[in-house]
Each structure stands twice: as C-alpha cells, then as structure tokens.
C-alpha cells in the first residue's frame, strides 16, 4: 500500500514476506524469533526462486533489496541493504560473535553491502553498523528516508506531540491503549496519534486535545513531524532517520524483547539525544517534559550529498561498461 501510494507510476512486483508471528511478551520475543529460524531459511529458498523465475522474463541488470537476503542468484549483479552488521542476540557476545560470523557469510553471497548510516563518530545507528571489522563488500551510504521537510516552512507547535505507533501486533495495540490512557488525562499537550493501521477504526468519544488518524500518506506525515515539538514512538530504525531528517526530540519505546531497538534506544539515551523508556513504566505527565531535555536529533542530513545516488551511479556505469565489453 505505501509504495503504491508513493510510486503510482511504477510497475511493482509482489514479493511474498516471511510471515514471522510475534509474542506479546517481551521475555519470550527472542525465543519466538529463534524458533521459526526454519520458516524464515525456506522463504529466503523460496525468494531466490522467486528472482529466478522473474530474471527469465524482466531480464534486470541490477537488483537492490533491503534485509532480503534471497534476491542473490548467479549472473544477476545483486546489493543488499543494511544497518544492523552486528546482530544482537540478547544472549551475550558469545552468541553475537557467531550470529555476527553467520551476518557475513550472507551477506558475502552479494556484490556489495550498503550500510545504512554516517560512516563517521558512530553514526546513527553506533555498534549495530560499526563493528571492530567490516564485511569485505561493505560501503555506508548515509541515512536514507522516505521524507523529507515540506518546502514550505512549517512552525512546530509548544505543547504538540506526536505519537506514531508502528510494528507488529499484539505490540503496537498494546502500545495504542497505554498511549490512550494516559493522554486523556495529560492534558496540558495536544497529542496528534497515527496509529499506523491503515485497516483500523478511530476510537470513539476522544477529548478534544487528543486528535487520532489510522494512517497517513508520506506528505501528511512529514507535516505532522514538522508540526511536532516531541515525538513518541518506537526506536525502530526508519523511525529513528526520519527523527534526524527532521531534528526532532524524543521519547523513545522499543518493542519489547526487540534487542536491535533496546539497543538504539539506549544508546541514543546515552548520547544525550532522546529519552528512552520501557513500555511498562511509561508515565507520559513525567516522561514529556524529561524527553524534552534531551538536546534531540540535529538534522544529520542536511546539506549532504547522497552517497548511495553516487554508488548507485557508479553501479550502473560499471555495469555499462561491462556490457560494452562483451
């Protein structure tokens, strides 16, 4: 749906997912994951045969996935996408030296790794895309997003926040009705929810400082996170770009038992940019005005050329010259 939204001129594929199922606990999250490890390898056979059965028709010269690790057959130069190198487990460094050596056998089956991040001071995203060693194929790209600031100037409310509820259910629900709760009765901000559930119902009878949307387009949502003098969401990692798209503070929520957005949120707590807080011990009357503290995201992709329009230039160049020669 958003790619169709987004690109109404462009002919799209269906790729199927991976369909994982998730736990509505925190402390089996990890365990839930782990234990469809064999669904999760036979869609990537089947992703693979998939490309394959296309290539026999499209006939492309490149393709370029993100995080889809069976968009790799033989003859067809292939990139994948990327932020997290290092995978956390959750259970150590033990088991995150060997899912980080399991990582790079992957990823080593593509022509070339883009990282998803600031090459410099640790990025965005710290030791999940800055690892004492790089795969060999590795190049960063910078941070990338589907947003961008409305050209138009647009003052950010005092006293406006913005909360956007992502990620998989039950999770996202559970978050929705805790945020619910507790603005009603916060009510010296407005808070603006898009609950990121496009197939979803308003609920009834909200007070009159709380305004709530099942969904939004990319232009809708780049006005509200312009609007937005705090965000609260997830520390999900396209969240978290498009927060240094737009130089916004934070109250950060990792899904809980996601290790990946634990970290992120810690580790952005840490830097002194975004309060992070768990799910269970939210108090939005006392969280608000601590977030608000934080210095915020300082907008790391202003003024900067995009590296990965350049790699991609190069690719296709490459590529051209390559085919001159045969």
Request: proline letters at 5%; hydrophobic letters at 40%; a neutral charge.
């Amino acid at each position: 749906m958003l790619l169709e939204k987004n690109f109404p001129d462009l002919p799209q594929l269906m790729l199927p997912g991976y369909n994982i199922t998730y736990s509505s606990s925190g402390g089996t999250f990890v365990l839930k994951i782990l234990s469809q490890i064999p669904k999760i390898l036979g869609a990537i056979g089947r992703e693979r045969q998939w490309l394959r059965d296309i290539q026999a028709t499209h006939r492309f010269d490149l393709v370029i996935s993100d995080n889809r690790y069976g968009l790799k057959i033989d003859g067809l130069k292939s990139v994948i996408l990327t932020h997290q190198l290092q995978i956390m487990t959750g259970f150590g460094t033990a088991a995150d030296s060997v899912m980080r050596r399991l990582h790079y056998h992957m990823l080593g089956k593509f022509d070339e790794c883009w990282v998803v991040d600031e090459q410099e001071n640790g990025g965005l995203a710290g030791a999940l895309s800055h690892p004492r060693q790089l795969p060999a194929n590795a190049h960063y790209v910078g941070l990338l997003s589907q947003l961008s600031p409305p050209a138009a100037f647009v003052q950010s409310h005092t006293n406006n926040i913005l909360v956007l509820l992502s990620g998989p259910e039950p999770m996202r629900s559970i978050l929705e009705k805790v945020m619910l709760q507790q603005a009603a009765s916060v009510t010296s901000y407005h808070f603006h929810i898009i609950a990121g559930n496009p197939s979803g119902r308003a609920p009834g009878h909200l007070p009159a400082h709380i305004t709530y949307m099942t969904y939004t387009s990319a232009r809708e949502l780049a006005h509200a996170l312009a609007r937005a003098q705090l965000v609260v969401c997830r520390s999900g990692y396209s969240t978290l770009m498009d927060l240094a798209v737009f130089g916004k503070k934070a109250l950060l929520i990792p899904t809980p038992g996601q290790s990946e957005q634990e970290y992120l949120a810690t580790h952005l707590q840490t830097e002194g940019i975004a309060l992070c807080r768990d799910q269970g011990n939210i108090n939005l009357s006392k969280d608000i005005p601590k977030a608000l503290g934080y210095r915020g995201f300082t907008g790391q992709m202003e003024g900067r050329s995009s590296l990965m329009e350049t790699l991609i230039d190069n690719l296709l160049q490459k590529l051209e010259s390559e085919s001159g020669r045969r």
